[in-house]
């Protein structure tokens, strides 16, 4: 009787690894591409609003694609003024 070899081994792992592995690698760093992404323009957001840019300028950065000619858009309500905090 003949048992399994280590050249069968090797290619049975190989396979395994091809069939299951290869995809979820693909998978994972998509979904960790789009949450990087995410967090970024977060960022991008809470600095925009830290330095004072109004609403529609926040959507307009956020919505503009690179190359593409900036739009007027009109449906988002204008800012309200922030009341700083008082230092005294």
Known sequence: MHGIGPGEVIIALSGTFFLFGWPMIWIVAYYGYQSVKAWQETKLKRDM??????????????????????????????????????YG
């Open 49 to 86: 609003v830290a330095r004072g840019y109004t609403v529609q300028e926040i959507v307009q950065v956020v919505a503009a694609k690179k190359g593409s000619r900036p739009e007027n858009i009109t449906d988002v309500p204008p800012a309200k003024p922030i009341k700083q905090p008082a």
